[in-house]
Nanobody, 130 residues
Framework: VQLQASGGGLVQAGGSLRLSCAASGRTLISYAVGWFRQAPGTERVMVAG????????QYADSVKGRFTISKDNAKNMVYLQMNDLIPEDTAVYYC????????????????????????RGQGTLVTVSS
């Protein structure tokens, strides 16, 4: 599966952006997908993840209540709605997929968290000005 992220840009603090992750080559039904971000000089952080059927999501504490991840398997798309953005959200964001056959609960999300990517898209820059 190939992934392509888009939707980044410059926004003022308090504003919103929606990132999109488009998949091609294979259907996302068998994959968990996560959104990650990395700012210069910092470690990669998984900000949100969603399992194969969209029934389970998880978020980093720093974005809970502000970011929402969603998955549309019919369209082969994953989205990250980001509200109430703060300057600390500034980073390159990218999406990644991990195999999630749906047999073991949490398998795909754990794989994402440990960096076991089946595929990773290129990044899209989000800049939040104060």
């Amino acid at each position: 599966v190939q992934l392509q992220a888009s939707g980044g840009g410059l926004v003022q603090a308090g504003g919103s952006l929606r990132l999109s992750c488009a998949a091609s080559g294979r259907t996302l039904i068998s994959y968990a997908v996560g959104w990650f971000r990395q700012a210069p000089g910092t470690e990669r952080v998984m900000v949100a993840g969603i399992n194969y059927n969209g029934g389970t999501t998880q978020y980093a504490d720093s974005v809970k209540g502000r970011f929402t991840i969603s998955k549309d398997n019919a369209k082969n798309m994953v989205y990250l709605q980001m509200n109430d953005l703060i300057p600390e959200d500034t980073a390159v964001y990218y999406c990644a997929a991990a195999i999630d056959p749906g047999v073991i609960s949490g398998y795909g999300l754990r794989a994402l968290a440990s960096g076991q990517f089946a595929s990773r898209g290129q990044g899209t820059l989000v800049t939040v000005s104060s």
